[in-house]
């Protein structure tokens, strides 16, 4: 069993990181680079899903942890440990 999440449900993440960090001198959070990273290669490669057990461990867990922060509707499908994450710093 994976974790999976669509596009809205990143993208709304994306919103919500973008509410506590937003760009400062043009520069963006690092959490806000790891959430564009995987929007684009969604986006890119056409995919309306992305399997969160196939990216890389830090930006799995800047994902999760934006889309608990932003209490985001899930259809993630969980695993024991999909939404242990770390509070939002």
């Not at 919500?16 to 806000?32: I, R």
Request: aromatic letters at 6%; proline letters at 7%.
């Amino acid at each position: 069993m994976s974790c999976v999440i669509n596009l809205n449900q990143l993208e709304q993440a994306i919103v919500s990181c973008g509410k506590y960090h937003p760009p400062v001198n043009g520069e963006l959070h690092p959490d806000m680079d790891a959430l564009g990273e995987i929007w684009g290669r969604m986006l890119f490669q056409k995919e309306a899903l992305a399997d969160l057990d196939k990216v890389p461990a830090l930006i799995r867990s800047v994902v999760l942890r934006w889309i608990e922060a932003g209490d985001v509707t899930t259809s993630v499908v969980v695993k024991p440990a999909c939404f242990k994450s770390p509070r939002v710093s």
